[in-house]
Nanobody, 118 residues
Framework: QVQLVESGGGLVQPGGTVRLSCEAS????????MGWYRQSPGKEREFVAS???????DYVDSVKGRFTISRDNAKNTVYLQMNSLKPEDTAVYYC????????????WGEGTLVTVSS
């Protein structure tokens, strides 16, 4: 059973920094993509960042230059370093992994809340 456990959320002031972690366990097969989505109150879930098995990264425009995604393949863990946080970054952040075993399947974490407020 694949499980994703996120950590690192909380309350932070505007301009502050947060680092999210997401560890995957129960993995059988190869993890191809890892990444993060977020969902703010009253809004649809949106893509934030992804990283491939070859460490190629992609970001939504609104976080470019402020957020950095990375992964530790030995630990099956993906990170999201969030700098220069803004109130509009307030959301529940969900990690995901894409695992390939004959076909690709996507697994999601339960989410961690990041609140940016003074």
């Amino acid at each position: 059973q694949v499980q994703l456990v996120e950590s690192g959320g909380g309350l932070v002031q505007p301009g502050g920094t947060v680092r999210l972690s997401c560890e995957a366990s129960g993995i059988i097969g190869s993890i191809t993509f890892m990444g993060w989505y977020r969902q703010s109150p009253g809004k649809e879930r949106e893509f934030v960042a992804s990283i491939s098995s070859s460490s190629s990264t992609d970001y939504v425009d609104s976080v470019k230059g402020r957020f950095t995604i990375s992964r530790d393949n030995a630990k099956n863990t993906v990170y999201l370093q969030m700098n220069s946080l803004k109130p509009e970054d307030t959301a529940v952040y969900y990690c995901y992994v894409v695992i390939f075993v004959r076909k690709s399947q996507t697994y999601w974490g339960e989410g961690t809340l990041v609140t940016v407020s003074s």
